[in-house]
């Protein structure tokens, strides 16, 4: 058991929750769980801007995060907006049936 | 002297200039004022040249064009005693016919394009002859030759003319790739193309390159001057309306080769060969356009391959080394066929576009005055003794019997093929009974004052220009070959006419007894003529047809190559060069509707992708670069 | 020590409840185990000594963000039978190419040398603190942060407008 903790064990958790949102966008089909996976790729690189701000001691980082979610919420807010409205013409929130735009 | 030269010179660009921009808006009679007057300013400023020029000519520079290491071109022009009489007869005779044209042109829409077109032609004249290097010359050759293709093509909405026009464009272009070959090789060899290098035995260059020079330029003349194989574009070129034929195709634009060859003189003595070739040519040419004009019906066909016949002439007397003489019947020749053309100009006038003599007959009493300049024309031309024709004739018959006895009796022969055919169409335009149609006779008209005048004028100078040159036989005094001694000697008069004295009492009796018999014979033959046969057969027939040159070109270059077009187009073209385009095409098509199916609207695909892609080009990074 | 035993502990705890959210079948339980990462993630910012940031993350993600999800799942009325389910080839696929992912990612920084590594605990850092992160804010950032609340402005306008019932829209599998 590791006694103590490096900044490679908070990189290997960012990736980890990264490629976990990855795979939720990849097998799911429910767009809001699509949006969710998306929200868990956003924090998982807000844990990783914080961990280096805290590394080199430098509060540029944190304001960083602070920046992505406000965008994050900008994001969410519209996008739940878009998401509605598919349901709503669509009567689906399906990601598969929302391929319009394709050719 | 620049400034009346610059005069000179841009007189007619301003001419061609308001006539080609503003010609719409102009009436017909200032069109005509103004392209005329251009001409004549042009005229009185060469006469201002006379008195000022120098005996050794004098190289006037405006500006340099163009300075390149291996290369200068100036833009400056050569006055001397040469390039002054050929501006002389140019802008002489070119007023006259500008003149001529404002009467014959009157009923044609296109009369201000017509002068714009005359116009832009007495320049590049201009140019050609009085530019001091090959480079200008060659400006004003295309030049000319670019006037010419408009000319011939005036009225361009009839196929067939078109054809003429594009015909003599091509032909001459075979020519001027020699021409142009021609300069190449004379930069080459002297290292710059201005007319200053040429001086008598300061060449430095082996026979066979000065052959070699020497043959392509001519090539460049046998295009121009219309001679053997290249003169078939001439008599075609008799499409274009008559006082073109009569400045372009007989008084200036086919003497360029001529005025090349004169110019050139110093390098072509060079070559005893090429001399000996231009003689042969010029011979041949005279020889084999003369006796297609014996039986051609079409006055101004006639009179072409007559113009075709007589450059030939000028090309004996220059091939035998009788620079001056050749240069003298192209001054005299322009004088007389100019006066030929315009009076069959005038002729065609008052028989309502009729061009076939055999359609014509009785006209003297008509059109009086027409009838007598054209005769004194015609009488210039065969040589009536002490008109102009017969003296410059006379002279190269002389020239070419001290050169070779068996070139004086074919060239004699040529001669009197000449009395013929143009006896034949006087005899047939002017005598015996009308054979036109009744409207035509009613429509008979003598021409307006402002085209008898040129007629006039011309007629005279056809009598007297000859008086400058005439054989000491008459105690004449060569006033032409001092004249133009500075530029250009006689190879023959130096020898003197003394040891033939007693040829020369032979050739005028000769000349003498051969006129009055083929008066005789001509007019028992075509003076009261009934009827006038369209169709000749044997022999005649094929001389009526040209020899069927047209047709064995035709058969041996255009078919061909027409077919190799044929081929080239359906297989290179269309298989090969529009294949490689419409594979493109085509790959790009199927490459579009195969890749769209990729393009499927599913956001996640879409992710799986960009997924795969981070992972190759990491992956990529981890195993070739770090 | 104890924050060692913390962090690995909260590290399984959002590992875990990301897993959740992406394979539970109701969206509803992938919301609430979402919000469980989100307390994880915040636990590790204070963890690492950035309070701030920890309690804005419970306040606008678990807090607001969340929420709003939830709101929409309810309001559309979804469950987990009308989930749409992708083929499992495309889930194989799927999981190979998010394994790849992790995989390489996880190579690379083992090829990447970050130098010596100091303790991350305890953190003697004291920028993640209010009065620091304020000072930092509304002086080198403030444009930015400027901007920032107009792009909040607009996406709200652009809710209300995508969220508007409009009568003039025809449904189109209706």
């Known amino acids: 058991m590791l006694k103590e903790v490096f900044i490679d064990h908070y990189i290997y958790l960012a990736l980890t929750l990264f490629c976990i949102g990855v795979l939720g966008v990849l097998i799911r089909r429910n767009a809001i769980v699509l949006f969710m996976s998306i929200e868990l790729m956003l924090n998982s690189v807000n844990l990783l801007l914080v961990a ?8 540029a980082g944190q304001i960083f995060v602070f920046f992505i979610m406000t965008v994050a919420a900008a994001e969410v807010a519209v996008g739940l907006a878009i998401i509605v409205m598919l349901y709503r013409n669509t009567r689906s929130i399906d990601i598969g049936d929302a391929n319009k735009l394709k050719w | 002297m620049n400034t009346i030269l610059a005069l000179l010179i841009l007189a007619p660009v301003v001419g061609f200039l308001i006539n080609g921009l503003y010609g719409h808006k102009l009436s017909k009679n200032l069109s005509a004022v103004i392209g005329s007057t251009a001409i004549l300013v042009s005229f009185i400023c060469t006469m201002l040249l006379y008195k000022t020029v120098p005996e050794t000519g004098s190289r006037i520079q405006f500006f340099n064009i163009l300075s390149l290491e291996a290369f200068n071109l100036d833009a400056a022009f050569l006055i001397d005693h040469l390039s002054l009489m050929m501006m002389s007869i140019i802008t002489g005779i070119g007023f006259l016919i500008h003149l001529y044209s404002a009467g014959y042109m009157h009923h044609d829409k296109g009369m201000s394009k017509f002068f714009a077109y005359l116009n ?24 000319v030759g670019l006037c010419s293709y408009l000319l011939i093509g005036f009225w361009f909405t009839n196929g067939e003319y078109a054809n003429a026009a594009k015909k003599a464009f091509v032909m001459n272009r075979i020519g001027d790739l020699g021409f142009l070959m021609g300069m190449f090789l004379f930069l080459q060899n002297f290292g710059s ?30 295009g121009k001057s219309a001679q053997l194989p290249l003169y078939t574009w001439l008599p075609d070129a008799m499409a274009g309306p008559t006082p073109v ?24 003595v060079m070559s005893p060969f090429t001399m000996h070739f231009i003689a042969t040519i010029g011979l041949a040419t005279a020889l084999f356009a003369g006796t297609i004009a014996l039986f051609q019906n079409d006055i101004k066909k006639v009179l072409a391959y007559s113009t075709v016949s007589q450059l030939g002439f000028m090309f004996l007397g220059l091939g035998v080394g009788a620079f001056t003489s050749g240069m003298f019947h192209l001054m005299t020749h322009a004088f007389f066929k100019a006066l030929l053309f315009l009076g069959a100009g005038s002729v065609i006038h008052a028989m309502s576009g009729e061009q076939n003599i055999a359609k014509m007959g009785g006209l003297r009493k008509q059109i009086p005055i027409t009838f007598w300049t054209f005769t004194i024309g015609v009488f210039a031309i065969i040589g009536i003794p002490f008109t102009s024709g017969f003296v410059s004739k006379d002279e190269i018959l002389n020239a070419t019997y001290a050169f070779s006895p068996m070139y004086f009796y074919l060239a004699a022969i040529g001669a009197g093929l000449t009395i013929f055919y143009m006896l034949r169409l006087w005899y047939l335009t002017f005598f015996g009974n009308f054979r036109g149609t009744k409207e035509q006779q009613d429509h008979m008209h003598e021409s307006p004052l402002n085209m008898t005048l040129p007629l006039m004028v011309l007629a005279v100078l056809s009598i007297v220009g000859g008086f400058i040159q005439l054989p000491e036989l008459f105690h004449g005094h060569p006033y032409l070959n001092e004249y133009l001694s500075p530029v250009v000697k006689n190879l023959v008069a130096e020898h003197g006419t003394e040891g033939h004295e007693g040829f020369e009492w032979a050739l005028f009796g000769g000349t003498i007894v051969v006129l009055i018999a083929m008066f ?24 009526e047809n040209k020899y069927y040159v047209d047709e064995i070109y035709n058969f041996l270059v255009v078919k061909p190559i027409e077919h190799i077009s044929v081929l080239l187009s359906k297989i290179v073209d269309n298989k090969i060069v529009d294949g490689m385009v419409f594979i493109t095409g085509k790959f790009v098509t199927w490459s579009g509707t195969t890749l769209r199916y990729i393009q499927n609207g599913q956001t996640g695909f879409y992710f799986l992708m960009m997924s795969i892609a981070i992972v190759v080009m990491l992956a990529y990074n981890l195993l070739f670069k770090l | 020590m104890l924050a060692t035993y913390a962090f690995f502990f909260l590290a399984f705890i959002a590992i875990f409840f990301a897993l959740l959210v992406v394979f539970s079948k109701n969206p509803i339980h992938s919301c609430l185990y979402l919000v469980l990462t989100m307390f994880a993630i915040a636990g590790n910012y204070v963890l690492l000594n950035a309070q701030f940031l920890a309690v804005v993350q419970l306040i606008v993600y678990a807090g607001a963000i969340m929420v709003l999800f939830l709101f929409t799942i309810m309001l559309l009325n979804l469950s987990s039978e009308n989930e749409p389910v992708k083929s499992n080839l495309i889930k194989f696929i799927a999981t190979i190419g998010g394994g790849s992912l992790l995989l390489v990612f996880v190579l690379a920084l083992k090829k990447t040398d970050l130098g010596p590594a100091p303790l991350m605990f305890p953190n003697p850092n004291q920028q993640g603190m209010i009065q620091n992160l304020g000072k930092v804010l509304f002086s080198e950032y403030v444009f930015p942060f400027e901007v920032i609340s107009i792009l909040i402005l607009i996406s709200l306008m652009g809710a209300v407008v995508l969220g508007r019932k409009d009568k003039k829209v025809n449904p189109i599998n209706e």
Do not use: C
């Not at chain 2, 832009?120 to 030049?143: D, H, K, P, Q, R």
């Not at chain 2, 200053?196 to 000065?210: C, N």
């Open chain 2, 520 to 543: 005789a014979w001509t007019s028992n033959l075509f003076g009261k003529k009934e009827s006038v046969s369209e169709k000749y057969s044997g022999f005649a027939g094929v001389l």
């Open chain 1, 52 to 59: 280096f701000s805290s590394r080199m001691g430098d509060a």
């Open chain 2, 193 to 222: 193309l201005d007319y200053s290098v040429l001086k008598e035995g300061q060449l430095h260059i082996s026979s066979g390159m000065a052959t070699a020079i020497t043959l392509l330029l001519f090539v460049g003349a046998m």
């Open chain 2, 245 to 268: 034929s009569a400045l372009i195709h007989a008084a200036t634009m086919v003497t360029a080769g001529i005025y090349m060859i004169v110019r050139s003189n110093a390098l072509f």
């Open chain 2, 120 to 143: 832009l032609f007495i320049f590049s004249m201009l140019l050609l002859v009085a530019g001091s290097s090959y480079t200008l010359m060659f400006f004003g050759w295309e030049g």
